[in-house]
């Protein structure tokens, strides 16, 4: 994986795990990777592997972020 992201030129972003991880340092890593994707256009790859799920809640503003990213890109394909 790391020698493809290299490859290609891609950015990979993890989050660093610590006991003082919670939900606004979550929400604070998400906005840094919408962030540089979005507004910097860099090609990003964020891994996150299941040991660093400390909370369920993390997977469910996860898969609510992909819908709305969706969402938008659908409407701006469909409208002129």
């Given at each position: 994986l ?79």
């Open positions: 790391c020698a493809l992201i290299l490859v290609a030129d891609y950015e990979l972003m993890q989050i660093e795990l610590s006991k003082a991880y919670d939900n606004a340092a979550w929400h604070d890593d998400l906005k840094k990777l919408l962030l540089t994707a979005g507004i910097a256009g860099k090609q990003v790859v964020f891994l996150l592997s299941e040991t660093q799920i400390k909370d369920e809640s993390f997977l469910e503003v996860c898969i609510c972020s992909l819908q709305c990213m969706l969402f938008v890109f659908v409407l701006t394909t469909l409208l002129p």
